[in-house]
């Protein structure tokens, strides 16, 4: 079962200053470039993956989908997204993303931002939401960037036995990460680039696009906090599709 951090009170307290708790997508740099990647969305089913406080699912209604189902393993999430949304087109679940399961053939859109790295592997979930996707339909999805999650720092890592030691990250040395943000002990996992477009690719989708996120001058100039993400790139973005 994945690390359900969400649903610590200190983590969840700090979470709810962030600008993208507070504003929403407005809060978000990234989405405008997101957003470009979304296939149409008139009238199509949409999942989002690790929802949040809903700000896509509403979003998605918004572009024109008909159905939008939200999934967070965290019920202080939903709780508030189930506040900030009331329309009967959405609806939300509380499931884990590791063994989430999906309807063969029966989405247009499987959506997910920054909670993929949060599972310890891709290869299975890659596998059910190819299969949920209808002929033609798209993953879209961001993560943290692992020239990101393996900056050179020391931290808690694992070794081939399960076994945790303190160490200096490497960046091909992929497994568990330890942090202290928000709140202690927050786990995530360190996969290269090549890793996660691989199991797309083996998964049976076709890389759309792949997009290293770094902010635009106009972002840094209106957000100075900015300046460090366009260093090394913080997030990257993946668009793929189910060949029809």
Known sequence: MAQNIYDNPAFFEGYAQLP????????????????????????????????????????????GAAQVTGVDISEKMLARAAELTADPAITYQRRDLEDVKLEDNSLDLVYSSLALHYLPELDTLFRHVQRALKPGGSLVFSMEHPIYTCASRQGWLTDDNGERF???????????????????????????????????????????????????????????????????????????????
Not at 168 to 192: C, F, P
Not at 196 to 221: C, F, K, Y
Request: glycine residues 10%; charged residues 20%; proline residues 6%.
């Open 166 to 244: 303190w160490g200096v990250n490497q960046y091909q040395q992929e497994g568990q990460r330890v942090s202290n943000w928000l709140a202690d002990g927050v786990i995530k996992y360190h996969r290269t680039l090549g890793t996660t477009l691989n199991a797309l690719i083996h998964a049976g989708l076709s890389l759309r696009e792949v997009n290293e996120w770094g902010p635009t001058q106009a972002q840094i100039d209106a957000w100075p906090a900015l300046a460090e993400e366009a260093e090394r790139p913080m997030l990257v973005l993946i668009a793929a599709v189910k060949p029809q």
């Open 20 to 63: 993208r708790s507070v504003q929403g997508l407005d809060g978000a740099p990234e989405w405008p470039t997101l957003k470009s990647m979304l296939p149409d969305l008139t009238g199509k089913t949409v999942i989002d993956l690790g929802c949040g406080y809903g700000w896509f699912c509403r979003s998605a209604r918004e572009l």
